[in-house]
């Protein structure tokens, strides 16, 4: 039976599994992310966790990784990981190959969870889809004409890097005004801490027992479950900004859906979804341009599932 590795890196846990080419899990496994961040530890911690799933017996047709930051999914080379510093132009897959006499594919992580969406997940027999996650950062993926959109250099699809106020808060990355840096978890929860200094009313105030800097965008979550207007509001401001920027991609690339996963936006639900979808629709230049909008459905899988999708397409059974 041939079977493939799937390795996701994140920023707390490495996750390993082993899956048939249908996605059938026949084992799995979870190290953490060392702490100390460097190439080496994370390198020797990730060999561990893929020897864990990885059987005495053949098999196995390639190990594929999912990774954070930007990537050339040709060469395998990671040109920077916010998570591990010392990866600046690192041969990933030259590295995890010398280790295990195995064919390697690597991906970025957000690129690879669209692709585990389209062949695992909410967007099973489309053709042409967006996937955006909504988490600490703000990432994404197309798939365009039934192929993983990744352009020249692996680059392609940062949807959470376009401008939607030029004059906006710094972004992660240096640049002020990305989508990233106005509707992220991060984001929202910044904007609610700087209008309660500045003396709002809300329940998020009684959550965080008055320590008003320890505000985060779940207990905005909380607060708006609760009924306040004040989170509310907050929560509607970032689906406004990511609907704006949705009517922009539907523009670009026509898909038939667009997934939305991430914690912040599977953990709020509507209170983000709705004014999204409004704001959408207020921005697309014609009807026809309009999709539906689904929650992602592979919760913490969905990097594992895409990474599978990624072995399965380049070294096919």
């Given amino acids: 039976m041939t079977t493939y590795i799937a390795a996701d890196i994140g920023g707390t846990n490495i996750r390993t599994a082993r899956y048939t080419a249908n996605g059938e899990l026949l084992q799995r496994a979870r190290h953490r992310t060392p702490t100390d961040s460097s190439g080496d530890a994370v390198i020797e911690q990730l060999a561990d966790a893929i020897r864990e799933v990885l059987p005495h017996h053949d098999g196995v047709k390639a190990i594929a990784i999912s990774a954070p930051g930007p990537i050339d999914p040709f060469t395998g080379i990671v040109f920077r990981a916010a998570n591990v510093p010392s990866w600046v132009n690192f041969p990933l897959k030259d590295k995890v190959e010398s280790i295990f006499k195995l064919p390697v594919a690597v991906g970025n992580d957000a690129n690879l969870a669209a692709m585990g969406e389209w062949k695992f997940g909410a967007g099973r027999g489309h053709n042409d889809l967006l996937f955006l996650t909504i988490s600490t950062g703000i990432g994404g993926g197309a798939i365009v004409g039934g192929r993983l959109l990744v352009g020249a250099h ?19 990355c240096g640049r002020r005004g990305h989508l990233e840096a106005l509707a992220s978890g991060p984001a929202i929860g910044r904007a609610a801490r700087r209008r309660l200094y500045a003396g709002a009313k809300s329940k ?114």
């Fill in 154 to 172: 692996g680059l392609a699809a940062e949807l959470g890097h376009i401008t939607i106020s030029p004059d906006g808060p710094v972004c992660g």
């Fill in 204 to 317: 998020v105030y009684d959550l965080v027992n008055g320590k008003i800097e320890d505000v985060t965008a779940q207990h905005v979550g909380e607060a708006a479950a609760l009924g306040d207007e004040f989170a509310i509001n907050q929560l509607a401001e970032a689906g406004t900004y990511i609907g704006r920027a949705l009517a922009d991609f539907l523009h670009f690339s026509n898909p038939s859906i667009v997934i939305i996963g991430g914690g912040v936006a599977i953990n709020v639900g509507d209170f983000l979804f709705e004014p999204m979808r409004r704001a959408m629709k207020e921005r697309l230049m014609d009807e026809h341009y309009a999709c539906e909008i689904v929650p992602a459905q592979l919760g913490d899988d969905v990097g594992l599932l895409g990474t599978l999708a990624l072995a399965a397409e380049m070294y096919p059974a």
